[in-house]
């Protein structure tokens, strides 16, 4: 029974396609239109264009912007210029996650930012608390945008011919604003799927006509399950899987994000900073079957007898054809090739640490 | 969407179709059934000379996103297995009542037959479902 479920703009071109509709943080999302492998393979071998407006976007401005993110994150914006995004998170003081999000520069005294889905109003609420007496003015245009990515390998080529911008000006994180057929959009060389590619927003009235001329250039739909599917592939985190309010970026393998930041306090940093120079009881490893099964989320972990993890992630790969996973596990048992005990069900399945990530292409 | 009910089969509530054939029953899941599931990358099935009463599981299925169960349609031996199932899952997708078959029930008491669903029956279940 569906009740209230939120709409993107492009709700009704979803099931016009048929596409398998569900309730995902709260939306009505197409979570495959046809089949999940036929969409992650077209992403892996051709393009694909996904409806991501559930996400939130945030706009940031105020002369303290930057001074307001550096306290609120843990990535350091002194890596950032203008025309560039930057991967991160924001934490609680123990180190544990609120959101993980992509933020854009696109004036030192102007911000974009996408957050997940889930976190919209959580976000929207930390930000606004945490501003103070810093000239920050956070406006929330979730609901006025539509989002959607682009990825592929031939999402250069199909784009190019749309948009009034050089792609190949544009690195891996940098972004623009410029006009797909004469819309304007903001458009960034960033993405979730493991595979080159675009992400988009602009004003939700020109939502059918972009989604449109997106899919007339030879690209598939693809919906939240390929989206799964290839981020675990490439290994990408899931805010409530790999993060969430009870794991850290550390343990979750992402302590590239936490950074020293001398002379800056941040929320989280005297606990992150020490648990990347020390280590974490636990961490998140790359996992395959010896057996044959599928790994899913929250099945346990034993060692000998000992139970010692559980899986954040798990699912087929369509790149690899065989099942892979991601489990929080005690550290000691990290190191490659541990041979572990899976609990799937009713039976105990042999799996092994393997290296991550397990296909990237980017 | 149009999902095919081959009107010689009887069928279960629970989306699992059964070809009777003297005293041996073929078993499989309807093709609403692997729809909703999706594409199904892994299927275990018992092991063969397993007795197993109506009603229980026999076999899991797991697609890319789920993982669904096949129930026993009725009380019995199974005799055989749908091997080619452990290389080309993919095959109950696109064949639910060919060659995507999953087991070969010797049957224990043919009366259990008065319980299965006729085609009519089955759709109205699917057209429950829907809404």
């Given at each position: ?13 979803h ?12 939306f ?16 892996r ?6 409806d ?9 401005e105020?002369?303290?912007v ?6 609120i ?7 950032l210029?203008?025309?560039k ?13 609120v959101d993980?999000l992509?933020?854009?520069e ?17 976000d929207f609420?930390?930000?606004t608390?945490?501003?103070g ?42 972004f ?19 595979e080159?590619?675009?992400e ?6 020109h939502?059918?006509n ?9 690209a ?6 390929a989206r ?5 592939e ?5 805010y409530?899987h ?19 930041k001398?002379?800056?306090d ?34 346990k972990?034993?060692?000998d ?8 992630s ?9 099942t ?9 048992f990290?190191?490659e ?19 991550t ?5 980017v | ?8 089969l ?10 009777i054939e ?10 609403y ?13 018992p ?11 026999v ?13 026993m ?12 199932l ?19 029930i ?5 009366s259990?037959l008065?319980?299965l669903l006729?085609v009519?029956?089955y759709k ?7 809404k």
């Open positions: 029974m569906i009740t209230d479920l939120k709409k993107t703009p492009l709700y009704d071109i099931v016009k396609l048929g596409a398998k509709m569900v309730d995902f943080a709260g009505s999302m197409p979570v495959q239109y046809e089949s999940i492998i036929k969409e992650h393979e077209a992403v071998t051709n393009a694909g264009v996904f991501v407006s559930h996400m939130g976007e945030f706009l940031l105020g002369k303290d930057i001074d307001f993110l550096q306290y994150m843990i990535n350091d914006l002194n890596l210029e203008p025309s995004g930057q991967y991160s998170c924001m934490c609680y003081e123990n180190g544990t996650v993980d992509v933020y854009y696109e004036a030192p005294d102007r911000f974009r930012m996408i957050v997940n889905a889930g976190n919209i109003e959580k609420q930390w930000l608390e945490h501003i007496t810093k000239n920050v003015k956070i406006t929330n245009l979730s609901k006025e945008r539509c989002r959607l990515a682009f990825q592929g390998p031939k999402s250069d080529e199909y784009l190019q011919s749309l948009v009034d911008v050089d792609l190949a000006s544009i690195n891996r994180f940098f623009a604003h410029c006009n797909l057929s004469g819309i304007p959009i903001f458009l960034a060389r960033t993405g979730y799927t493991g080159r590619g675009f988009i927003s602009f004003d939700n009235i939502a059918k972009v989604w449109g001329a997106l899919i007339n250039l030879g598939s739909p693809a919906g939240l399950g799964d599917s290839l981020r675990l490439a290994t990408y985190s899931l409530g790999e993060i969430n309010d009870s794991i850290t970026p550390v343990e979750a393998g992402l302590f590239w994000l936490v950074k020293p001398e002379g800056i941040y929320i989280g940093k005297k606990i992150l900073i020490k648990q990347k120079s020390q280590g974490t009881d636990r961490v998140i490893v790359g996992l395959n079957l010896l057996d044959r099964g599928i790994l899913r989320e929250n099945f972990i034993f060692k007898g000992e139970e010692i993890g559980y899986i954040t798990g699912g087929y790969s369509p790149t690899l054809k065989k892979i996973g991601l489990g929080l596990i005690k550290k000691q990290k190191e090739g541990t041979q572990l005990e899976i609990e799937v069900r009713n039976k105990s399945l042999r799996g092994i640490v393997v290296p990530p397990f296909y990237r292409n | 969407m149009e999902y095919r009910f081959p009107s010689e009887k069928y279960l509530q629970t989306h699992e179709w059964v070809r003297g005293n041996v029953a073929s078993v499989g899941i309807t093709d059934a692997q729809h909703q599931l999706g594409d199904i990358v892994y299927v275990e099935l092991e063969v000379n397993t007795t197993l009463n109506k009603g229980s599981s076999a899991e299925i797991e697609s890319v996103k789920a993982v669904g169960e096949l129930m349609p009725l009380t019995g031996k199974i005799i055989e297995i749908n091997n080619i452990a290389d080309k899952p993919e095959l109950v997708n696109s064949s639910p009542y060919g060659s995507g078959w999953m087991i070969k010797e049957i224990s008491d043919k259990e008065n319980d006729s009519e029956a109205e279940v699917v057209n429950a479902e829907k």
